[in-house]
T-cell receptor, first 113, second 115 residues
Framework: DQQVKQNSPSLSVQEGRISILNCDYTNSMFDYFLWYKKYPAEGPTFLISISSIKDKNEDGRFTVFLNKSAKHLSLHIVPSQPGDSAVYFCAASPTSGTYKYIFGTGTRLKVLA | DGGITQSPKYLFRKEGQNVTLSCEQNLNHDAMYWYRQDPGQGLRLIYYSQIVNDFQKGDIAEGYSVSREKKESFPLTVTSAQKNPTAFYLC??????????????FGSGTRLTVV
């Protein structure tokens, strides 16, 4: 049972345009959400996070939106750059004391120059 | 520079053999984790440890074993009991008590192939 789902395995976007990556979850106990970026043959790197008490968090070109009622979050990258081409994972964690993240399957973003 | 070192980067194992993947961190992080990544799947938690000499099973612990004798080190042994060991293995660490919004620091991974 996939508790965190990324239904789009891949996405292509023109350089300078907006990239929108989506993530859905099923467990209403999740309160913390993160996005990671991963290049081939490397480990994921932390990108941005949001807690359920907020609906938006921004960090430079990256913005994460959370719609708790729909159990949906999205990552917006504006403007997209070729260096953003990578696999993006969303991850969720409940409010329990041990932060065990549940990861989605990832979306491969390709930014076309 | 602080970070997590996983070695080797590529590992080949014959069926029926045990193999140990190394993970070392110099970040002074309390907690360490092992994840497995398979094509088309998310990262799945194998084992985690929040403190030296203590560790907990994750979602897919069968066929794996770990130890945490030092804060810096969290080796993973893939035993012959693991039925599908070919995968990309990722080690991660975090500061216990830092809060869930800071995520983990990951190593660069070990690709294990059973031949």
């Amino acid at each position: 049972d996939q508790q965190v789902k990324q239904n789009s395995p891949s996405l292509s976007v023109q350089e300078g345009r907006i990239s929108i990556l989506n993530c859905d979850y099923t467990n209403s106990m999740f309160d913390y959400f993160l996005w990671y970026k991963k290049y081939p043959a490397e480990g994921p790197t932390f990108l941005i996070s949001i807690s359920s008490i907020k609906d938006k968090n921004e960090d430079g070109r990256f913005t994460v939106f959370l719609n708790k009622s729909a159990k949906h979050l999205s990552l917006h990258i504006v403007p997209s750059q070729p260096g953003d081409s990578a696999v993006y994972f969303c991850a969720a964690s409940p409010t329990s004391g041990t932060y065990k993240y549940i990861f989605g399957t990832g979306t491969r973003l390709k930014v076309l120059a | 520079d602080g970070g997590i070192t996983q070695s080797p980067k590529y590992l080949f194992r014959k069926e029926g053999q045990n193999v140990t993947l190394s993970c070392e961190q110099n970040l002074n992080h309390d907690a360490m984790y092992w994840y497995r990544q398979d094509p088309g799947q998310g990262l799945r938690l194998i084992y985690y440890s929040q403190i030296v000499n203590d560790f907990q099973k994750g979602d897919i612990a069968e066929g794996y074993s770990v130890s945490r004798e030092k804060k810096e080190s969290f080796p993973l042994t893939v035993t012959s009991a693991q039925k599908n060991p070919t995968a990309f293995y990722l080690c991660a660490s975090s500061i216990d008590g830092q809060g869930p919004l800071y995520g983990y620091t990951f190593g660069s991974g070990t690709r294990l192939t059973v031949v």
